[in-house]
């Protein structure tokens, strides 16, 4: 599974970067799910905690979790 921990700057570099499918936010928690598709990289699936920071999920374009 290639789930990546990722510092705020480089989260909001992949989301500016990509096209954003969607996005919700998790009421009261701070915690953003972003889902979007980046030039180069694919699907991705973006965790952000309220400092910014979070995790980067890779998805396979069958759609399963990319393996590492």
Not at 19 to 38: C, N, Q
Request: hydrophobic share 45%.
């Amino acid at each position: 599974m290639r789930l990546i921990d990722a510092e705020a700057a480089i989260l909001a570099d992949l989301a500016d970067e990509s096209d954003v499918v969607g996005e919700k936010g998790l009421s009261g928690s701070g915690v953003t799910v972003v889902a979007a598709r980046h030039p180069t990289l694919g699907r991705l699936v973006i965790v952000r905690l309220p400092n910014g920071s979070g995790v980067l999920v890779e998805i396979d374009e069958s759609g399963n979790i990319a393996q590492s």
